[in-house]
Every structure is written in C-alpha cells, then in structure tokens.
C-alpha cells in the first residue's frame, strides 16, 4: 500500500445507506435496498480525492452489533479489529448512521469507538431528517462523542462532498480502547440517551404517518391480504404492459430473420444466422420486456419500506415449516436469482436455518424462468380476462410463482420433521420508514438486470445456442429420406433416446433435448427450442410451431417441470460453495428432482385425461 492510498471501511447498520454513499464515492453499482440484509460480501472500491490520494474503500455487511453473530457480522467485527486473515487493518472507519434513527444507531458507533481505530461518523439521510422536523446539534455531537462528524445525503450527486473533504484531509486521532464486557456493554445505552438528550430534538409527529398506515399493513388479517393482493396485481401487470412489447420485439426479429434469409444464400450459414442467431437469440430476447416489467414492480416495493414488512407479516407462516421471517429476504432475492438469495442466507445465524433456506432457495421462480413460462402460456394459455377484468395469463403466472412458494414451504416443513426441530427463533429487524422510491435507484436496478440478462444472452446463452444449432443441423438427411431433416441429426438422436426417461411426464424428443442446455441456463431452453423447431419447421413463429406440435397436457407438464426442477448448474455451484458439502449438493439435485418429475407426471396425467 503506498504512502498516497488511505484504506477506508465503512460500516454501519443494515438500512443507513451505508451501499447507496459506497456508489456515490466509488460509482459502483451494488443494489441500493431499504431492508437489512443486502450486503452481504466485502466489496471494494477506489476514489481519488481531490488531493490526489487514493481512496481504497471497503463496503463491510451491515451489522447491528460488533458482538457478531452470523457469518457477515463476522467478517465486519474481524476486519474493523484488524483480525481479518489477509485483510491489512483499515487506516480509518467511516461509520455511516441514519440521522432519523440515532437512537438505533449511536449505539454501534459506540462499540466501534470502543476497537480503538481512527473513526469518522457519518449521518446519512440528513435531508429526509430535516423534512421531518428532525433538529441535530452537529456540533455537540462531535464533541460530546470525541469523533469527526460530517453530514451526508448518499442519494444525491454531492451528498458526500463533505465526507470527502473529512477523510482527504488529516486522519483523526483514535480513541482509547475501551474494555469489551457486559458492563461496559450495558453502559452504552445509558450513553445513547445522554447523546440523544442532548444533541436530538425530534417532532412530536414524526412516526404518525408510519404508525397509520402499518395499523393495516401489519394486521395480521389484512395485512396478508394485502400482501396477496399486491403481488396478484403485480403479476398482471406484467403481462398486461409487458407482453405487448415482447410480442412486438419478437416479432421485429422475426422481421428481420425474414429479411436477412432474403439477402443470403441458402446454406448452412444462412441456417445458423435465421435459425440459430435470430430464431434462437431473438426469442430470448424478445422477454426481457417481461423480465425488467417484473423488477419493475419489485423494486419499486423495495425502494417504498413495504418489502420488510412482507417479511415480519410472513414470520408466523414461515416459523410454522421450520423457518423465519429473515429466510424472507434471501428467498426474495431468490425471485430475481438464487445465487445471492443463497449468498444472502450468510445473515441467518441458525445453523439448521441456514441450510433449509438454502435448500429451498432454488424453488422460488428466478428471472431465468420467466422466459420460458412466458413461451409457454402466450402459446397455450388464450387472451381471456376472468370477470372481465382479470387477465388469464396473468393469473396462470401468479399460479406458477405461487407453486414455488408453495413447494418451498413443503420442503422445508418435511425437512423440520426430519430433523424433529421444535426451537423457535425470534425475528428482530427494524422496519424502515415509508418513502417515495427514488426513479434514479430504481433505474439503477433495472439497468443492472437487463445487463445481466444481456451479458448471459451473449455468453453462456449464446454458445449454447450455436451448438443447438450445430446438432440439429448435422449430419444431413440421407438420400431417400422419408423424415424432416433433423430427426436424422444428433440432436434427433440425443433427443430421442431422452425421451424414453421423458415421455411418462409427456415430453416429446425436442423437449427432452432442450432440458440438457436448460441445465446450464434455464432460458436456454426458449432458445433450444427455437432453434430446433425453426430448423426443422415451416416458417411459422415458436409460439405457433409450439401450439400445433405440443399437446396442452404436455405444456403444463413442462410448465410444472420448470416451477420445480434443478435447472441450474450454477446454483448447485453456489450450494457447494457455501456449505462446503458435496452431499448437499446431491440433496438439493435429487429431491428437486424428484419433487418436479412427480409434479409433472401428476399433471400431465391429470390434463390428458380431462382433454
């Protein structure tokens, strides 16, 4: 580390913004969220200040408390003493408060004082503070508590500019350490209210607003039926102003299919350019409207405080399959991907809790679903709108999502039977207050999903594409062949020996051939598909080459198939990764299997027979 970098952690309770000033420093992009739990790995970044130096900033998990607890507590609690292995000792921590909280926050800029480390403190959200009639001595503060004290606004351009100039500047002096035991530990509330006395003058009515709205949202009857309603809406939002433009980009792709297959020869180059690259790539593609619609409406709730309450309103219910409200948060991670919903489960301090989220994390429906169920349910689910309001489709969505959870809280009743759990642990976590959501975060967000869907449509969905192409369109058909051409490629082959372990649940060979991309990438499976059908088809759309080769009995099955199976070479990856154990792994892959071959064969079954 040279002279001219100094080394900042930053530090601070779940929910003080604490990510949002990390952006605004380094201008990364981590998710900016209003419930606890968000970061959960040491992520770093670099600034450099007006003078010159560099600023090496590490954004450490938020923690209430330097008693650590869970797995991301810990790795705050070691860096901040300089116990971290491999981690240099921070030259100075800027701890981050929310100033309409202190009587919250004070007390872990307390403890951290306490480490004997050069400290600054930051009060964050003082703009929202002062609309709230919120009135803060600065000055007392920082002399009262011996520490540098700056004001900050992360969510606005500039809103850091006076944490810059605190840290380019002299690094403060540190405070003694102090003796860690339960007396002193005690003392330290008794400091708070000393703090707040003195330097904090809060309005009678800050919390009536607050207070008003959660007598509903926290009811314990109608606060679950609003939670249902909310995201029914959600789900028919979705397809009512996001399936339209789906239709129309997709059909812009098949336009421009048309017209490139015009422009070149016929050929084995013009086979993988219409029907590799934009029968394939393009249909994809052509989702993702649904896909940022979706992240959308989830964000949104995110940005406005509702979310956390979903989670205290879900603690019972959870408790109940051996879990609590805070498996809520990684399991509503798991919506957007499991991968962080299982990284995120590292805030669980529960061992048994821990792994039986985890497990079950896989089932909650991930973007890389979304593609397929919209496929499918545009092809085979009609334009109907049920009391003439209600779209079918999107109902047939809600469903879906709905049997996730469903599955989920199944597993993880079986899996608390199994280990004769009958502890019960109490959820603590603060509710943040209602806000407005900010339109730059929330397009952050968007942005940051579309890339990430972008980037593996280009990658990993890309390769996978190609080679689809290459076994359905090779070898040839002999001369004299009485068949389409691909039921004599190795596509045809692969498929049809699959379709012997496949055809109970009524999947043809084709099904059965895309589920082996599917299991790198499950939207793979919209693009394997395409390219098969499109190779081996007339011309017409997927939707269409779908609905006149694919009983309904069998779309269902593949819809129920898709809501349950372990389609996901990475979250069994990321399973291994995080509880060390192959045989996790194995569990995770057999009972998913089992659970959505069962499903299917129930259904497909049941739908044959009604049809």
């Not at 926290?218 to 249902?228: D, K, M």
Request: proline letters at 6%.
């Amino acid at each position: 580390m040279s002279a001219s970098t100094l080394r900042i952690a930053l530090v601070g309770n779940p929910n003080c913004g604490k990510t949002a000033l990390f952006n605004q420093l380094t201008g990364g992009r981590q998710k900016v969220a209003n419930y606890a739990g968000v970061t959960v790995e040491r992520k770093e970044g670099r600034f450099t200040a007006p003078s010159g130096r560099v600023l090496q900033i590490l954004d450490l998990p938020g923690t209430y408390s330097l008693e650590a607890n869970s797995p991301d507590e810990q790795i705050t609690r070691d860096v901040c003493a300089g116990n971290f292995p491999g981690e240099a000792v921070p030259d100075l921590i800027v701890c981050v408060a929310d100033a309409t909280n202190l009587r919250l926050h004070l007390r872990f800029v307390l403890e951290v004082k306490r480490l004997g480390r050069p400290v600054v403190l930051a009060l964050n959200m003082m703009d929202t503070a002062r609309q709230r009639g919120i009135v803060i001595d600065v000055p007392e503060l920082q002399r009262r508590l011996g520490l540098p004290v700056v004001e900050t606004v992360a969510v606005k351009r500039g809103g850091a500019h006076s944490l810059i100039e605190r840290v380019d500047g002299e690094v403060p002096a540190a405070a003694p350490v102090q003796p860690d035991d339960a007396a002193s530990r005690a003392d330290l509330h008794a400091q708070v209210r000393e703090l707040l006395a003195a330097t904090v003058t809060m309005p009678r009515t800050t919390a009536a607003l607050d207070d008003a709205l959660d007598r509903w949202a926290l009811h314990p009857v109608f606060g679950l039926a609003i939670l249902a309603v909310v995201m029914f809406l959600v789900f028919q939002a979705v397809y009512a102003a996001g399936k339209p433009v789906s239709d129309v980009v997709g059909d812009g792709f098949g336009w421009m299919g048309e017209h490139v297959a015009a422009l070149m020869p016929a050929g084995p180059l013009q086979s993988l350019v219409v029907d590799g690259l934009f029968g394939g790539l393009g249909t994809v593609l052509g989702f993702l409207p649904v896909i940022l619609v979706l992240f959308f409406f989830i964000l949104t709730l995110e940005e406005s405080g509702y979310l956390p309450r979903a989670a205290f309103l879900l603690d019972r219910l959870m408790l109940s399959v051996g879990l609590t409200g805070r498996s809520f948060i990684p399991l509503l991670s798991s919506f957007a991907c499991a991968i962080p919903g299982i990284m995120g489960t590292r805030s669980i301090t529960d061992p048994r809790d821990r792994l039986t989220t985890i497990l079950i994390a896989p089932l909650m429906t991930c973007s890389a679903r979304l593609p397929v169920y919209a496929l499918l349910i545009g092809a085979f689910i009609p334009i109907r709108y049920v009391f003439g309001v209600f779209n079918l489709q999107g109902i047939v969505l809600f469903a879906l999502y709905l049997a996730g959870i469903l599955g989920a809280m199944l597993v993880g009743w079986v899996m608390k039977r199994i280990r004769r759990d009958k502890s019960e642990h109490a959820l603590l976590m603060e509710l943040p207050s209602y806000r407005m959501p900010r339109p730059r975060d929330v397009a952050i967000g968007l942005y940051e999903r579309g890339m990430i869907f972008l980037k593996r449509l280009t990658g990993v969905i890309l390769g996978l594409t190609v080679l689809m192409w290459f076994l359905s369109t090779f070898p040839g058909a002999p001369e004299g062949a009485t068949l389409p051409a691909i039921d004599y490629s190795f596509a045809g082959y692969i498929g049809r020996g699959l379709q012997y372990v496949f055809a109970p649940i009524g999947f043809n060979w084709q099904i059965s051939l895309a589920l082996i991309p599917a299991f790198a990438a499950r939207e793979t499976a919209v693009a394997a598909l395409a390219t098969v059908y499109l190779v081996g088809g007339e011309g017409e759309g997927l939707g269409q080459a779908l609905a006149g080769q694919i009983p309904l009995a069998s779309a269902l099955s593949l819809l129920v198939w898709f809501a349950y199976a372990p389609q996901c070479m990475s979250t069994l990856a990321i399973i291994k990764r995080e509880t060390d154990s192959w045989r996790n792994v194995a569990i995770s892959f057999g009972y998913m299997f089992v659970m959505a071959y069962a499903a299917s064969f129930v259904v497909y079954q049941v739908a044959r027979a009604l049809t």
